[in-house]
């Protein structure tokens, strides 16, 4: 698989704009995946942290279900990974835990956010509420905090994949 990032428009209208840029950061974070075994997708940034690229991935398919299906349309399929008694469950791998598992869900739930984005306008507030603040979101605010969502693990990406292998880019 490769993976192709194309650059967001730099003079399209909004949406377009906010569209272009979270596409590019979900196309990032498959990018700094490329190439690599399930094992080196599970290797950890640096001990004591667990945080490898494939928990990365797995956290994001958590991400996207929470805003996009939990407080975007009010669906509450529940967590894919992580329990009440592992509330971080995306991060803790196993030797079971295979890259095309994750992959899969990642890309499932992605297609889920972008058909449930398409049904609202930026300024429509969100079905469901947040967590700390029971407020709802407008889908413009959902947008925003995805696409800085993806660049802060993006970063973690960036580092994470130069430890594994040496690879490194923007």
């Known amino acids: 698989m490769t993976t ?11 949406r377009t704009m906010l569209e272009g840029w979270l596409e590019y950061h979900r196309q990032t974070l498959a990018w700094k995946c490329e ?3 399930d094992a080196q997708l599970r290797i950890a940034a640096v001990e004591p942290s667990e945080l490898s690229l494939m928990g990365l991935v797995r956290h994001m398919a958590e991400v996207e279900r929470g805003w996009f ?5 009010g669906d509450d399929p529940g967590p894919i990974y992580y329990t009440e008694e592992d509330p971080d469950g995306e991060f803790h791998l196993t ?10 869900t990642w890309q499932a739930e992605i297609a889920i956010a972008r058909s449930n984005a398409a049904g609202f ?9 947040g967590r700390h603040s029971g407020e709802p979101f407008n889908l413009r605010w959902i947008y925003t905090h995805m696409i800085e969502e993806y660049a802060r693990h993006n970063g973690h990406a960036d ?6 292998d040496g690879a490194t880019g923007d």
């Not at 299906?69 to 349309?73: I, Q």
């Open 4 to 14: 192709e990032r194309r650059e967001p428009a730099q003079n399209a209208d909004e």
């Open 35 to 37: 190439g690599l075994s």
């Open 69 to 73: 299906r939990r407080v975007l349309v």
């Open 95 to 104: 030797e079971a835990d295979t890259w095309a598992g994750a992959y899969a």
């Open 121 to 129: 306008a930026l300024d429509d507030l969100s079905k469901g509420r």
């Open 159 to 164: 580092l994470i994949r130069e430890r594994v």
